[in-house]
């Protein structure tokens, strides 16, 4: 049998096609890409016959030039493209307001790379002819053909973004109700940085078609890009008030959340999604909102459901991942992480992600290691983007508090200064974390002479001023440091930073009065309830030095109604009540509600032991206080608690080795934090013990006291 694939030739195919839709009784004109109505497309029976003569004749030709640019796609043969473009010149000029075929007719010239024929045969019509609208219509999309060759220098691009605006521009005087065209030049002049011209076209529209909602969509995205997140909140509202969509709901949502308006934010999201339930954007903008108002088992039922119709998108397990370790369930959150890694492995955001679920997870040297690598790579790249040099620079730094939180404070200064080197800005934030971090090492010599070096170069530079006044606190010169301070103030609500240092280096200083007097100050600028809180705080800590148990007390409670997870005030309110040797039990729960929130703190874990070892509570006791070595080790209250555990329990000679540990850890504090009469009681506890040690015979034990 003859296979009769063997007629399927393009002319064939193309008869055919023409032969079945050419009937006078039928409406062939080449589509006019929506504008025409259905009451004109029904008055086209009434057309004259050389009228849909000319028509018909018009979609034969641009059938085979889609036919041709068909085979030229599968084939790559020249013939074709050719052939293609001879067609759709022949339907264009029988029809020249068609944009279809002008589209048709732009596409297969790019495709072919025939830019420039193209380009100059329509420059000569209008060389002839100005306003010859088709051949304007033609040149645009040309120009926008080639801007999507991604090939193409910057200059070159600008260059024909500028050709194209033109063009459009003539497209708009020549015809004021193409809205199409209008669109196009406004999205042209945002990208050459034209906004107002960009604005003024989108309001024109507008005024035509109060409804158009490509135009309302970019005029929104054009107001807020400008930071006119109210005007773009007005606008989005006025119209979704009449006509809700579920694409202006999703902008409206997106102006919401430019002003920090989650509420209403999840409201236009949630409208959004019920009137597109498939469209993951809506769904996508809903579980941020959720998160960013902490309401994190709605956004992880929102973003699992989102993983579940884009398994490949590694966003969301990302995502999925911060929200676990928010919620404190961190094999989860390590699971999804590593989803998302394994999708994504070169993600900057996968990575820093990761690191932070080790930290939480107490495993501080596999979140080194992360960031470690994750710096490594990053570091050939940041000479040549500024972004990496960003993205590197936030690696540093949080490297670099790694390093601290291990205790490893020469390998943290050289993450920080790794920092410095990426820039002036950087310099100045590496340079206050390094004088931080000599600080914590209890390196004061090396701290102020950071210090000094940081404002020989930046004088003016608040903060290093800040870092300077305070060393000179540590240092145990309070009436200088506060001088230094007090040349801040400027009677602004910027003073109440400078009120809440003064007051730590009055408490530091001992200077309890000029302490309290100074953090009052700080309350009365503060405007919000997390200002207050740390306020609060404060206070508690400087009634708390005086021994003035019941007015800390009222300042803790206050600081907890605001905020009842606030870790370092529950744990500084246990602390204080097991010291004290009293309501133990409330104590206890105090402390644990802290390290609920941070599990592997070393001041955390050791407020546990010595509440457990008052409430006579030994092994639970040793457990904490053993934890809180290996976390600060070189803390000598501590290395003490840890002492007071093996004496009671008849280790005296390991009770003997932890004191030692702790008076030669004493010598290390800095001025400020130094307690002479702790010390001297120590001293005397130790020798006490030493002497009864030395009575006993070698191998004895001393029994439990």
Avoid: C
């Avoid at 029904?42 to 085979?64: C, G, H, I, V």
């Avoid at 909140?233 to 999703?250: D, F, H, K, M, Y």
């Avoid at 954007?281 to 994190?296: M, S």
């Avoid at 993600?347 to 992600?353: A, Q, W």
């Amino acid at each position: 049998m003859r296979d009769s694939g063997a007629l399927m030739t393009p002319q064939f195919l193309a008869l055919t096609v023409f032969l079945s839709l050419a009937s006078p009784s039928l409406s062939i004109a080449v589509p006019q890409a929506g504008r025409e109505s259905g009451a004109r497309a029904a008055q086209q029976k009434a057309l004259p016959q050389s009228e849909l003569d000319r028509r018909s004749e018009a979609y034969y030709n641009f059938t085979m030039g889609h036919l041709y640019e068909e085979y030229y796609e599968s084939t790559s043969r020249s013939e074709y493209a050719n052939l293609a473009i001879d067609f759709y010149k022949k339907a264009y000029e029988l029809d020249p307001r068609s944009p279809v075929i002008g589209e048709r007719l732009a596409e297969i010239y790019a495709k072919a790379q025939r830019i420039r024929e193209a380009v100059l045969e329509a420059q000569e019509i209008l060389r002839r002819d100005p306003d010859n609208l088709p051949a304007r219509r033609l040149l645009a999309r040309i120009y926008l053909h080639t801007l999507g060759n991604l090939s193409g220098t910057p200059p070159t691009q600008r260059e024909t973004m500028a050709r194209a605006t033109e063009q459009f521009r003539e497209i708009i005087r020549l015809d004021p109700d193409d809205t199409e065209s209008a669109l196009w030049l406004t999205r042209l002049y945002r990208l050459l940085g034209e906004t107002s011209s960009a604005e003024q076209v989108l309001r024109e529209v507008l005024k035509r078609e109060p409804e158009n909602e490509a135009a309302v969509e970019q005029l929104t995205q054009l107001l807020l890009d400008a930071g006119k997140s109210d005007e773009a909140v007005a606008l989005l509202e006025r119209i979704t008030g009449r006509s809700p969509t579920a694409g202006l709901l999703n902008l409206l949502g997106d102006a919401y959340r430019q002003t920090r308006d989650f509420t209403r934010a999840e409201q236009a999201y949630r409208q959004a999604a019920e009137l597109e339930p498939g469209e993951v954007r809506h769904r996508r903008g809903l579980a941020w909102t959720l998160y960013q108002q902490g309401k994190y088992e709605a956004a992880r039922e929102q973003y699992a459901r989102l993983a579940e119709f884009e398994p490949g998108d590694p966003d969301n397990y990302l995502r999925l991942a911060q929200i676990d370790r928010q919620m404190k369930q961190l094999d989860k959150a390590e699971d999804n992480i590593l989803r998302a890694k394994q999708i994504d492995p070169g993600s900057l955001e996968v990575l820093y992600t990761e690191a932070k679920i080790y930290e939480a997870q107490g495993r501080f040297e596999d979140a080194i290691r992360v960031l470690s690598d994750a710096s490594g790579g990053l570091k050939p790249l940041a000479t040549t983007s500024p972004a990496v040099r960003d993205t590197l620079g936030a690696v540093y730094e949080q490297l670099g508090a790694l390093y601290r939180e291990v205790e490893n404070y020469t390998a943290a200064v050289a993450a920080f200064e790794d920092l410095g080197k990426l820039g002036e800005e950087q310099d100045r934030r590496a340079r206050i974390l390094i004088i931080d971090t000599l600080r914590a090492g209890r390196n004061l010599p090396g701290a102020i002479a950071a210090a000094n070096q940081a404002l020989e170069r930046y004088p003016n530079d608040r903060d290093i001023r800040i870092s300077y006044a305070l060393l000179l606190g540590e240092k145990g010169d309070t009436a200088q440091a506060a001088r230094q301070l007090r040349t801040l103030l400027k009677q602004t609500a910027g003073d109440r930073e400078i009120y809440l240092d003064l007051a730590q280096v009055y408490e530091r200083g001992r200077w309890f009065a000029e302490a309290e007097q100074a953090a009052q100050e700080a309350e009365k600028l503060s405007t919000q309830p997390a200002d207050s809180e740390t306020v609060w705080f404060l206070l508690g800590a400087i009634y708390e030095r005086q021994k003035k148990f019941d007015q800390a007390e009222e300042q803790f409670r206050r600081a907890l109604a605001v905020n009842p997870r606030n870790a370092p005030v529950l744990n500084y309110y246990g602390y204080m009540l097991a010291d004290r040797g009293v309501r133990l039990d409330e104590s206890v729960a105090l402390v644990e509600r802290a390290l609920a929130e941070d599990p592997h703190n070393g001041a955390y874990l050791d407020s546990l032991g010595w509440a457990f070892f008052k409430q006579g509570r030994l092994p639970e006791a040793e457990t904490y206080l053993r934890k809180a070595v290996a976390r600060q080790g070189s803390d000598p209250t501590i290395r003490e608690h840890l002492g007071e555990v093996f004496y009671k329990t008849g280790r005296h000679d390991l009770a003997a080795a932890e004191w030692e540990k702790a008076l030669a850890a004493w010598k290390r504090v800095l001025p400020s934090e130094s307690e002479a009469e702790r010390v001297a009681e120590l001293e005397k506890k130790l020798a006490g013990l030493k002497h009864r040690l030395a009575q006993q015979k070698p191998g004895s034990e001393a029994k439990p006291q």
